[in-house]
């Protein structure tokens, strides 16, 4: 049965603005479900469609009241103290289907790299590349507006009990939600993996490298976003430099909410560098945006070009003399010269 909330009146202007906020979703719901796809794949195997999100208000609303009315529902009967435990359990219900669509999106992610890595080309290879990055997508916006929801009745959980709601096994990680719950186990298991899944994450790869000075922060943005377009579930790994070029795409990504690698040198000297531009083509990356800077950056042109990987290069000279001129065109251009890292992008 629909519940209707009475109507709101206000006496004065200034009252306005709280009634307002109270008829407006948080932003964790309007960025969950106030934008969706154009498009969108509901199950596995279905035909892309134009499918609508829930409103982003009721969305938030019933996600506390269905928390609220169980609570107020036992209030003051012999059903009371269970009040809690069934209110656990609907949060726990979000939580159950939050990580089975995080497991599905993963392994997309992993689907797509691999046809990334291996392209095929012609009608087949294309559409099902597109059909599976319209499906990982799909799944990743279902997954946070269940996220979103989770969290929201988590919080109406604690209100109302006192307690702060808890999963019954393995670790709650909101996307959407400053506060997290890290069990014992994940965070050993993390430790342990620290170090190998910093040269093998998952999903396709993009390698990103330049100098300690570079100004032209809107030249790398742009070229960036047009290789997330290409690549929506990249992984962006940089060579680590604190500034210049590389802080800037660390910026981008942090901006983008896109996940980085920061793949440091292991050693000093010239040998490590080359050693860790080797260890880098071998992470099989899918695409690369490298700045001009030292021999070392030129030898990992070398490598990612004999190694077939497509590179996004440009030169010192390619940035705008100062902020006040704008970014100039990037598409054709000069053609870029083989094994070298002094090179512009095509």
């Not at 009241?65 to 009040?83: H, N, Y």
């Not at 949060?91 to 797509?112: M, P, Q, T, W, Y």
């Not at 319209?134 to 996220?147: D, P």
């Not at 996004?312 to 598409?331: I, N, T, Y």
Request: proline content about 5%; some cysteine; glycine content about 6%.
């Amino acid at each position: 049965m629909t519940r209707h909330e009475p109507v709101r009146s206000i006496a004065r202007f200034a009252d306005l603005k709280t009634l307002y906020a109270e008829m407006t979703a948080t932003p964790e719901f309007q960025a969950a479900f106030g934008d969706p796809l154009p498009l969108s794949i509901i199950e596995p195997a279905d035909e892309p469609g134009e499918h609508g999100m829930p409103d982003e208000l009721a969305a938030q609303a019933d996600s506390a009241g269905v928390i609220a009315t169980l609570f107020d529902l036992f209030a003051d009967t012999r059903l009371e103290p269970l009040a809690a435990e069934i209110a656990w359990g609907f949060v726990n219900s979000f939580h159950f289907v939050a990580g089975k669509l995080e497991r599905r999106e993963d392994s997309l992610a992993d689907e797509i790299g691999v046809l990334a890595r291996n392209p095929e080309g012609g009608e087949v290879y294309n559409r099902e590349l597109e059909e599976k990055q319209l499906l990982c997508q799909s799944t990743a916006e279902q997954r946070l507006a269940i996220e979103t929801m989770r969290d929201y009745a988590a919080e109406m959980y604690r209100a109302m009990s006192g307690w702060p709601w808890s999963p019954a096994r393995g670790s709650r990680a909101s996307r959407t939600s400053t506060a997290s719950q890290i069990a014992a186990v994940d965070f050993l298991r993390a430790r342990q993996l620290e170090l190998r899944d910093r040269h093998n994450p998952k999903g396709p790869i993009v390698i990103f490298s330049g100098p300690a000075v570079w100004h032209d922060v809107d030249l790398l943005w742009e070229r960036l976003d047009l290789v997330r377009e290409q690549i929506p579930h990249m992984i962006l790994i940089t060579t680590a430099q604190r500034a210049g070029a590389d802080l800037i795409a660390e910026k981008w990504a942090a901006q983008r909410k896109v996940q980085t690698v920061r793949f440091n040198l292991m050693g000093s000297g010239m040998k490590a560098a080359f050693s860790r531009n080797r260890k880098l083509r071998d992470l099989n990356p899918v695409m690369a945006v490298l700045c001009e800077g030292s021999g070392v950056q030129a030898n990992l042109y070398e490598e990612l070009d004999a190694a077939g990987v497509p590179i996004h290069a440009f030169r010192k000279s390619d940035q705008a003399p100062d902020k006040g001129m704008p970014v100039r065109s990037l598409a054709g251009g000069r053609r870029r010269e083989r094994r070298r890292a002094a090179a512009v992008a095509a």
